[in-house]
């Protein structure tokens, strides 16, 4: 079986054949990727950095094996096989072997359509939640900066539209009317409530040391916020109404999972082969990486991973402990335990991957009464309980915690083929 290592760039990409020893150049078209099938066999693998692009869309359409090597794999590939030395031919030599010799370093790409769309859809709203981000910051150093006096009267402003909406006509809000910046808020359709009213009439009043180019400079920043919050809002209820169509939405009756989480559990998911739940959730980066030789033993955080599902599900993690019983006093007895604040939501959130993969695997909806008698617990109300010992002393047993314990040292399995969590 032959192995082909493809090191992409912009317009082209460099491939390379273990079985041929050779290193070719290809073309970011489909010309270019027909020329690289014909110049391999119909059984070889191709190995590819971790990003779903053209080049793959374009192999796994084909019928072709594609596996994905994360790219912090393959700068440690190039260490090792070319001495550090970067080159784009080197590169492709390094990845290949790296397949070659630790085929469990990859990840197994799949052709499914609707994991296709879910994955086009999180890159979307990814980049109206970035470009949102980049433009509040650069309007608040603005702001800070240059025009104190709105901060000042307005308070907060990033997450209230109607501030954003008087920022986009700061050029011309001393010369406009409230009835005017009335019509304003009506035509976008965002409520001028009494207490913004008196906060602009103050505003007005003051005087503003801000020259007419600032001015035009950030309320030209506003109008283009406004436009990429509408973008975000509709593509994520976009999100929603595909998720809650798709036979994949029980992932939605999971505590602390909400539309743009479970999108991002679907996608990598439906996108990739996982053979176990213990792939996939270092895939999703939660379990840590256990560092021991001798009498060295070390417990890191994993960066092999999808970053961006990484800071996701940190966030699922979160809402959980708000939303969850038995997930609050998981995160308290880690935090009891002398875990931090991140280590704890970490080992939290790989515990619900656990969980999310086999609801994913059997399309069944979270049942927490079933989950936790699958750890020896008989109700969820047993949470917190005080017991007295035969001696009289009285002492506090977690009865719903005590059997459950960080998912990087859990040995119970997922029972997938009946939906049930068995020991």
Not at 169 to 181: A, V
Not at 199 to 227: G, P, S
Not at 261 to 275: M, P, R, S, Y
Not at 369 to 374: A, I, K, M, R, V
Request: charged share 30%; hydrophobic share 35%; aromatic share 10%.
């Amino acid at each position: 079986m032959d192995v082909v290592g493809i090191d992409w760039a912009w317009d082209f990409h460099i491939c390379y054949s273990i079985e041929k020893d050779k290193v070719w150049r290809i073309k970011d078209n489909e010309v270019g990727y027909k020329e690289l099938l014909n110049e391999v066999s119909r059984e070889a693998v191709f190995v590819i950095e971790e990003s779903f692009n053209r080049i793959s869309d374009f192999l796994l359409s084909e019928g072709r094996e594609v596996y994905l090597l994360p790219p912090k794999r393959s700068k440690e590939a190039r260490g090792y096989h070319s001495n550090g030395i970067k080159t784009d031919s080197l590169d492709a030599r390094s990845i290949a072997l790296t397949y070659s010799e630790h085929p469990e370093y990859c990840i197994r790409a799949r052709n499914n359509e609707e994991g296709r769309s879910f994955r086009e859809q999180l890159r979307a709203y990814r980049y109206y939640k970035d470009e949102a981000s980049r433009l509040k910051n650069k309007l608040h150093n603005e702001l800070h900066d240059h025009f104190p006096e709105f901060v000042e009267e307005m308070g907060n402003w990033t997450k209230n539209k109607g501030k954003i909406l008087l920022l986009s006509i700061t050029n011309e809000l001393k010369n406009l009317s409230i009835e005017e910046i009335h019509s304003h808020f009506k035509e976008n359709q965002i409520a001028f409530t009494n207490s913004l009213r008196e906060k602009v009439k103050a505003l007005k009043k003051r005087e503003w040391h801000i020259t007419k180019y600032t001015l035009m400079m950030v309320a030209n920043a506003a109008r283009h916020l406004l436009e990429v919050e509408r973008g975000k809002q509709e593509m994520k209820k976009e999100m929603e109404r595909n998720l809650k169509e798709s036979k994949y939405r029980v992932i939605l009756s999971l505590p602390g999972v909400g539309v743009v989480t479970g999108v991002a559990l679907v996608a990598a998911f439906l996108n990739h082969e996982f053979k176990n739940y213990r792939n996939f959730q270092k895939y999703c980066g939660t379990v840590p990486v256990i560092i021991q030789g001798g009498n060295y033993h070390k417990c890191v955080m994993r960066k092999h991973c999808d970053r961006n599902l990484k800071g996701v599900l940190h966030m699922m993690a979160l809402s959980a402990v708000n939303e969850g019983s038995w997930m609050r006093g998981y995160y308290a007895r880690k935090i009891k335990e002398g875990k931090s604040f991140g280590h704890a939501l970490r080992a939290l959130a790989n515990t619900l991957v656990k969980i999310a993969f086999a609801m994913l695997k059997g399309l069944k909806a979270y049942d927490e009464e079933l989950f936790l008698s699958s750890r020896g617990n008989k109700s969820p109300q047993s949470n917190y309980t005080t017991k007295t010992s035969t001696q009289g002393t009285e002492r506090r047993t977690d009865e719903r915690f005590s059997l459950l314990d960080s998912a990087a040292q859990t040995n119970c399995h997922l029972g997938t083929d009946s939906g049930r969590l068995s020991p």
